[in-house]
Every structure is written in C-alpha cells, then in structure tokens.
C-alpha cells in the first residue's frame, strides 16, 4: 500500500515555468541556454547584480585585488554551488535508478539551479557590509521613525525592524516597480530558482506554535508584500507546509545546497582575506586551514611554493573541493528526510571538521570582522543609511510638502516614489519603496548622497 506521508516531488521542484507563469512564445528551434542556465545569465546582466560590485563584503571599499566585495564572493559562491548541485544529484541517481530514467538531466539542472540561486544570494543586502542589515533595522527600531510605523500592522513593522537581506532579495526577484512595468514581475526567473534561492521560506512574525527550531527559521525569506507572491510560488513547487496561511513552508530541497555553498565560501574565503591583509597571522592560519585537509602522514607535495601566499591558495582550493565532496554525500544520505520536511539542520554543521570551521570563524570574528576598518565603516553605516531613510521619509511624510521636502522627493528615482505608482499607496509600501533604494545603493553612492543631502560636501563638478 502507497504511503500517504506528504512528500515533495523532484519533477515538480525543478519546474521550469517562469514567474509569474509567463508565456513563451512558439517556437520550433531547440533552446541555445536550459532555463536555469538563463536564470544564471539573467541575475547576471541585473543592475541589483551589477551594484554588488561597489558593496562591502568584510573589508571596506577594498583597493587591492585579493579582498573580496559582494560581487566576487556571489560568483565564488555560484562556482562552489554549481559543483556542490551536480555532485550531490549525481549521487541520488547512482541510488535511484528511476530517478535517473525519469530525470535524465537531474545533475545538470541541480547544479545550475543551485549556481543562479547562489548568485542571486546576497543580490538584497544593503551597503556597508555585514552590518547594513542592522543599520536599517536599528534605524525603524528608533525613536525617529516611530510616527512613520503608526499606521502599520505589527507584521509589517516586523519586516522593517528586523530588516532581512534575504526577504529584499526576493523582492527584488519578483517585484515590478509600476513606474516601469514591462509586463513581467521581476527577473522573470523559474520556480525552481526561486525556491531555490529562498533559504528562509517564512514570514517576519509566525506563530511560535509553528516553529520547530530548524536552520530555515533563523531569519525570514519574504516581506508582508511579497506573501502572496511567495505562497504562489510555494505552491507550484508543491513545498511542505508548516502554516501555509501565514506564508510558512519547509524549504527547496537545494536551498540546503544554496546555504551550504555559502556558508562554505564566506567561512574560507573571508578568512582567506584576513590572512592575505595580515590580520591574522599565517602561522596561525595555515596549519588550522592544512589540519581541515587532514592529509596522510608524510604526504609529499608535488609543488615548491615562492611565499605562504601562494601556498595558502592551493590550500583553500583543496580543501573546498574537499569539503563540497563531503557536503554532496551529506545532502544525498538526508534527500529522503528533506523531501518529507523531517531534515531542517545546516548541512555543514555535520562535516567531519566541524570544529576546525567554528575555530576558523572564531577567528575571523575577533580579528578580522572587529578589526578598525571594518568597525569604522560599519560605523559609518548607521549614520549614512539611518540618515538617508531619516531625511526622505521626512519628506515622503511631509504633509506641507514644503521646498526642502520636494527636493529631497526629487533625488528620488521615479521607481521609487509613490507617486509613480498607482493612487492610494499605503505607508508600508511607501517605506519599503524608499528602502528598495537606500538598500540598493552601493557604499560610495550612499555615502555621497548622503554627504549631499546634509550639506557636507557638495556633487563633484559644482
């Protein structure tokens, strides 16, 4: 007898479909690119892709080559995902014969899902590093913006006190501004990309008695409204419910893949980084990076190296091939239990040098994340975007619409004004436009637009 266990199903969560359910014209010619592969090329040519470039991974508006910024570490990301994706489907078909017959391309397509959804990652978090997130949110938690949120539903309030890189990501892969509407929502990616890339697929506010504890509930991968577009696309994926009426579903299957790929990267990659600028000392990073390999006794290198640096790249390549094996064999041994939402837990929390990472981000932590650069222009980024948010709101919400306001409404883009949009915009939508575009600034843009606005220093050629 067939087992009425609810289960998530392969063929439906690598659903080619476009959002929202586009329709592609006729055609008898075989496609150049797979969908997914066009998924991968349309985050690509995004402008919220392109700004990644001038964003802060670690170190602040880095001048030398080796220091990574969002963008490297988002291509970083997709390459490790790419592998990780093919590798561990390949092992489900090895198991799974039917699988295999049925799904004749599974490792193809898992692993270009899982490289356009790790490169879409980061494509929400705002300027000024890690911290940018907190600075948003610090900014609605103040005393400032506390006339803005009355008219809000303590849902709604949630998604900006609690600001979440992940949940503007989405926004940004699904939202068409009105101002410029051509039709399709968003970059128009597939389902599966989009499940794919939403490692937290619930809202900012559940009911405790819907949550379980797991990796997919630390943060929030939606804002209020983009609910119904995330319950749509939850749907058509056939995703587990948890509380489907509130937006709340167990995850894509290859999200554990996204997650894992970047837990990887931004572990050895930033840590690489804090070694390359001397934060951390080689003697200390090296033999912890070598003890991860865990090599055989007396195994002889076939490479003479000219200085540790060199060195430590051979290193940090080996060993993320290393541990991308380990992950694939992790992810395929849980694949039963993730399909039937039994299995919520970071996969790299099981690889056999687990305590060798958390070291690693010890490290990292107290030597490189709290260096002074970092903690200045972490700094700076609380005054530069709480002051931006701080100044157009006032303005937005400026019932006189006085002289000062109506120029500040002016610098605005027209995507990002209410007035572009259709009558009778609600405060929430207002504010979550205007933070669309502090988020989406790179650090030099808001920073000079906000030396702009308080008269500190004028736009260069005045």
């Given at each position: 007898?067939?087992?009425?266990?609810?289960?998530?199903?392969?063929?439906?969560?690598?659903?080619?479909?476009?959002?929202?359910?586009?329709?592609?014209?006729?055609?008898?010619?075989?496609?150049?690119?797979?969908?997914?592969?066009?998924?991968?090329?349309?985050?690509?040519?995004?402008?919220?892709?392109?700004?990644?470039?001038?964003?802060?991974?670690?170190?602040?508006?880095?001048?030398?080559?080796?220091?990574?910024?969002?963008?490297?570490?988002?291509?970083?990301?997709?390459?490790?995902?790419?592998?990780?994706?093919?590798?561990?489907?390949?092992?489900?078909?090895?198991?799974?014969?039917?699988?295999?017959?049925?799904?004749?391309?599974?490792?193809?397509?898992?692993?270009?899902?899982?490289?356009?959804?790790?490169?879409?990652?980061?494509?929400?978090?705002?300027?000024?590093?890690?911290?940018?997130?907190?600075?948003?949110?610090?900014?609605?938690?103040?005393?400032?913006?506390?006339?803005?949120?009355?008219?809000?539903?303590?849902?709604?309030?949630?998604?900006?006190?609690?600001?979440?890189?992940?949940?503007?990501?989405?926004?940004?892969?699904?939202?068409?501004?009105?101002?410029?509407?051509?039709?399709?929502?968003?970059?128009?990616?597939?389902?599966?990309?989009?499940?794919?890339?939403?490692?937290?697929?619930?809202?900012?506010?559940?009911?405790?008695?819907?949550?379980?504890?797991?990796?997919?509930?630390?943060?929030?991968?939606?804002?209020?409204?983009?609910?119904?577009?995330?319950?749509?696309?939850?749907?058509?994926?056939?995703?587990?419910?948890?509380?489907?009426?509130?937006?709340?579903?167990?995850?894509?299957?290859?999200?554990?893949?996204?997650?894992?790929?970047?837990?990887?990267?931004?572990?050895?990659?930033?840590?690489?980084?804090?070694?390359?600028?001397?934060?951390?000392?080689?003697?200390?990073?090296?033999?912890?990076?070598k003890r991860m390999l865990n090599d055989p006794a007396g195994r002889v290198g076939s490479v003479q190296w000219h200085d540790w640096r060199e060195e430590l790249g051979y290193i940090r390549a080996r060993l993320i091939g290393k541990l991308v094996a380990e992950l694939a064999t992790l992810f395929a041994h849980h694949a039963p239990a993730i399909l039937r939402g039994q299995y919520d837990q970071s996969l790299i929390k099981e690889l056999s040098c687990w305590a060798d990472l958390q070291e690693v981000q010890r490290l990292s932590i107290n030597q490189l994340y709290r260096s002074r650069p970092v903690l200045e222009i972490e700094a700076a980024g609380f005054e530069v975007l709480g002051g931006l948010l701080d100044a157009f709101l006032t303005a937005i919400f400026d019932a006189s619409q006085g002289h000062r306001?109506?120029?500040?409404?002016?610098?605005?883009?027209?995507?990002?004004?209410?007035?572009?949009?259709?009558?009778?915009?609600?405060?929430?939508?207002?504010?979550?436009?205007?933070?669309?575009?502090?988020?989406?600034?790179?650090?030099?843009?808001?920073?000079?637009?906000?030396?702009?606005?308080?008269?500190?220093?004028?736009?260069?050629?005045?």
């Amino acid at each position: 007898m067939a087992s009425s266990e609810p289960i998530m199903s392969w063929p439906r969560l690598l659903s080619q479909r476009r959002f929202p359910d586009q329709q592609l014209p006729p055609t008898s010619a075989a496609p150049v690119r797979g969908a997914f592969v066009a998924d991968y090329d349309r985050v690509v040519f995004s402008s919220a892709f392109r700004r990644l470039q001038r964003k802060t991974q670690v170190m602040p508006l880095p001048e030398t080559d080796f220091v990574h910024t969002r963008l490297t570490h988002s291509l970083e990301t997709a390459v490790v995902g790419r592998s990780l994706g093919r590798l561990a489907a390949r092992h489900l078909m090895e198991a799974d014969a039917a699988l295999a017959e049925q799904l004749p391309n599974f490792d193809q397509d898992c692993g270009d899902i899982v490289a356009a959804a790790c490169l879409a990652h980061d494509i929400g978090n705002p300027p000024f590093g890690h911290s940018g997130e907190d600075a948003i949110s610090s900014y609605f938690l103040s005393a400032a913006a506390a006339p803005f949120l009355e008219q809000l539903s303590a849902a709604e309030v949630a998604d900006l006190q609690h600001f979440e890189g992940n949940a503007a990501g989405f926004r940004i892969l699904t939202h068409t501004y009105a101002a410029h509407s051509t039709g399709t929502a968003g970059l128009g990616l597939t389902y599966a990309t989009l499940g794919a890339f939403t490692k937290y697929p619930k809202p900012s506010l559940v009911a405790d008695a819907a949550r379980t504890g797991g990796a997919s509930e630390k943060k929030y991968g939606h804002f209020q409204s983009e609910s119904a577009r995330f319950q749509h696309v939850a749907a058509a994926l056939g995703l587990l419910a948890k509380d489907a009426a509130n937006g709340f579903y167990h995850r894509h299957p290859l999200a554990f893949l996204v997650e894992a790929a970047d837990d990887l990267c931004y572990r050895i990659i930033d840590f690489e980084d804090g070694l390359k600028l001397g934060l951390i000392a080689p003697e200390t990073g090296l033999p912890l990076l070598k003890r991860m390999l865990n090599d055989p006794a007396g195994r002889v290198g076939s490479v003479q190296w000219h200085d540790w640096r060199e060195e430590l790249g051979y290193i940090r390549a080996r060993l993320i091939g290393k541990l991308v094996a380990e992950l694939a064999t992790l992810f395929a041994h849980h694949a039963p239990a993730i399909l039937r939402g039994q299995y919520d837990q970071s996969l790299i929390k099981e690889l056999s040098c687990w305590a060798d990472l958390q070291e690693v981000q010890r490290l990292s932590i107290n030597q490189l994340y709290r260096s002074r650069p970092v903690l200045e222009i972490e700094a700076a980024g609380f005054e530069v975007l709480g002051g931006l948010l701080d100044a157009f709101l006032t303005a937005i919400f400026d019932a006189s619409q006085g002289h000062r306001s109506r120029k500040l409404l002016l610098l605005l883009p027209e995507q990002f004004r209410a007035e572009g949009h259709q009558a009778g915009v609600s405060a929430y939508e207002k504010i979550l436009l205007l933070t669309d575009f502090v988020a989406g600034m790179t650090d030099q843009n808001a920073l000079s637009l906000y030396k702009t606005i308080k008269g500190i220093e004028l736009p260069k050629g005045f």
